[in-house]
């Protein structure tokens, strides 16, 4: 086999969509898997969509995800430029190729003779009218026009595209990783043009350009661009080129399947659709990114990966090395796969959780401002990460930890404080205060022992307890927040609960 070599190659023409993201992840995991190249290459031959700040913001993400540019923008290599509009004077070259063999023509229509023409064929009963083998005979092209007259018009300036000259009732036919053989008949298939007035090839020619002279050995793309293969696998044939293998990738769907995954989903349902912030330099706006609203990189590129792709396995905990060791093309699924935010969700929580107190308390610390110790911080956020989806709740569900409650929650106080309740606290704040040393373990067998003693259950006590502290109904182990809280403050708190509620 020859070295594999694969692309990205998006055009800038805004912020990358996470589905973008996932066809990035697919090639570098399977180049990586075979020890080939993974290339980023900038596809910005239609400069009426190009977007400022688009391509620095695909950088950007890829960075941020770990997917590594081997060659490309910001990566020299030997078969730069990576830029299409870089390689602007490459493909003129190509497009005359195609007029010399044949399998192009030179055509001079205006925009009002394309649209009399599509008004002709639809009044002739034609839905949908494409420049075809049948129209092209009437149009004003260098194969119904005489060689004179063409190069009458050439000579005057005359402002001309390019159109690839479609075979006539043949089967293209390839065979694509994910969905097995594609097969499509020439006649459905339109004249369409690879080179413009403006002298810049259209995609369809740069990308199949590209591909042959950067040695892409396979094209894994959107399910959006299969009806432009085989007019790629056709110009690789009139090339005499050796095609690479295709694959092309299930779309990403709305969270009920219906349809394509879109920004306006995101909105709609309040989940971001890329992967970093974006701000549309016209007009201001800013679109949610995973990374600003506190995802692990880890665990975006862990469900991105799942998205399409399934190890054939339980597993789904994927390290990016763990990914590159399972990936497979053939793990594909030809089926759209349905976006899950709450999976998402989770997915950064098995993230979380993974970490221990000291990495959590480094990313947590500046949110805490010193309002505890680094020692005290690391087991807050033992303690608290398995209520936390992202690192910023640990911050945000441990106000009590620095602040003696205000209020009470009021179901607790309801239902469980009782009139006997200040005593019971009271006696508990005597057995606290004759602890030595307040540690977890010893604060937990003096509480047992009090309960011993007094015939109480846990029910009777403890929620109080915690409501007292904490303010809270539920949270993590009493015994290690009073232990972090110190014994001064715990009956500090149990005096004032019992003040406040009496
Ligand atoms: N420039 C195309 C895009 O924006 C690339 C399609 C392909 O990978 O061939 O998605």
Known sequence: MDKVRVRFAPSPTGPLHMGGVRTALYNYLFAKKHGGDFILRIEDTDQNRYVPGAEQ????????????????????????????????HMYKEYSDLLLESGNAYIAFDT???????????????????????????????????????????????????VRVKMP??????????IRGWVVVNTNNLDDKVIFKSD???????????????????????????????????????????????????????????????????????GFPVFPIEWKNPETGDVSKGYREEGYFKEAFTNMLAFLGWNPGTTQEIFSMDELIESFSLERVGKAGAKFDFDKTKWFNQQYLRAKDGQELSDLVSPLFQEKVSDADLAVICELMKERATFAKDIF???????????????????????ESTPDILNQLIEILDSISSFDPLTIETTFKSFLEEKELGFGAVLPNFRLAITGLGMGPSMFHIC????????????????????
């Open 111 to 161: 925009t009002e003779e394309l649209d009399q023409m599509r008004e002709r064929m639809k009044n002739a009963g034609v839905p949908s009218p494409q420049y075809n083998a049948i129209t092209r005979t009437s149009m004003q092209n260098s194969l119904s026009l005489s060689e004179d007259e063409v190069q009458a018009r050439l000579d005057k300036n005359e402002p001309y595209v």
């Open 168 to 177: 006539r009732n043949e089967e293209v036919k390839f065979k694509d990783i």
């Open 396 to 418: 945000n569900e441990s106000t009590f930890f620095f602040e003696a409650p205000l209020e009470y929650d009021e179901k607790t106080l309801r239902k469980k404080w009782k």
């Open 199 to 269: 002298g810049m090839p259209t995609y369809h020619l740069a990308n199949v350009v590209d591909d042959y002279l950067m040695k892409i050995s396979h094209v894994i793309r959107g399910e959006e661009w299969l009806p432009s293969a085989p007019l790629h696998i056709l110009l690789y044939r009139f090339f005499d080129w050796k095609a690479p293998e295709f694959a092309h990738l299930p779309l990403i769907l709305k969270p009920d399947g219906n349809g394509k995954l879109s920004k306006r989903d995101g909105d709609r349902l």
């Open 57 to 88: 913001y695909i950088v950007e993400s890829l960075d941020w995800c770990k997917i590594i540019v081997d060659e490309g923008i910001g990566k020299a290599g030997d078969l730069g430029p990576y830029r299409q509009s870089d390689r602007k």
């Open 483 to 502: 232990s972090i809280l110190g014994k001064e403050e715990v009956i500090k708190r149990l005096r004032l609960a019992i003040e406040r509620n009496a």
